[in-house]
Each structure stands twice: as C-alpha cells, then as structure tokens.
Nanobody, 121 residues
Framework: QVQLVESGGGLVQAGDSLRLSCEVS????????MAWFRQAPGKEREFVIG????????YYPGSATGRFTISRDNAKNTVYLQMESLKPEDTAVYYC??????????????WGQGTQVTVSS
C-alpha cells in the first residue's frame, strides 16, 4: 500500500520560513519523481515545485518565485519543501505527490492527504 504522509504545516507570520516533509512508503522511492502542489480556498490546485528521483533535476512552474526549495533524502524516503519569506497568499493546503519516472512529467500516481499552511499578515 502506497502512503504519502505530509507534516510540518501550521500557522506562521508573514515573512517566516517553514519546512514541510512528506514521508513515502510502499514504493521504490528513488524511482519516483516527487512534487508539491497546493490548493487555496476557492482556487484550483496548482503545481508548486518538483524533483526527479535522483534529485538532479528540479521542475518549476511558470510562476516560480524562488522562495521555495524542494529536496529529498532517498535513504529516508522523504521529500521536503522549504518555504522562505512566506506571504498570506501562500496560505493553502499543501500536498505532496509521487509520479513514476516512466510517466509523463506532470502525471502523478499517488497523493498525500495534505497539510494546512496558514500565513497571517
């Protein structure tokens, strides 16, 4: 059974930093491209950032801000999202997703349950 479990969300002030984690089980972790998505209230889910299985290639959306960094520890089956200089508009539920390396770049097979990030002004 594949499981993706996010953690690290919470309530922070504008300008703060936060690191989210996503621990994955039930797959060969290094064979999966990992990504973070987010969904704000009333908005569609959007791609935040992605990382190849080896960690050698990072995928960015067209609207990349440079404030978010993705990393992974394949020994721990965990992917991280480091968020800097958070803004109220970053408030959303953040989801991690796993896509097998043989799948098209923006197709993801497995999803976590999400973790809430709320940024107060």
């Amino acid at each position: 059974q594949v499981q993706l479990v996010e953690s690290g969300g919470g309530l922070v002030q504008a300008g703060d930093s936060l690191r989210l984690s996503c621990e994955v089980s039930g797959v060969t972790f290094s064979s999966y491209r990992m990504a973070w998505f987010r969904q704000a209230p009333g908005k569609e889910r959007e791609f935040v950032i992605g990382l190849s299985g080896s960690g050698g290639r990072t995928y960015y959306p067209g609207s990349a801000t440079g404030r978010f960094t993705i990393s992974r520890d394949n020994a721990k089956n965990t992917v991280y999202l480091q968020m800097e200089s958070l803004k109220p508009e970053d408030t959303a539920v953040y989801y991690c997703a796993a896509g097998h390396r043989e799948r098209p770049e923006m197709e993801y097979d497995h999803w976590g349950q999400g973790t809430q990030v709320t940024v107060s002004s």
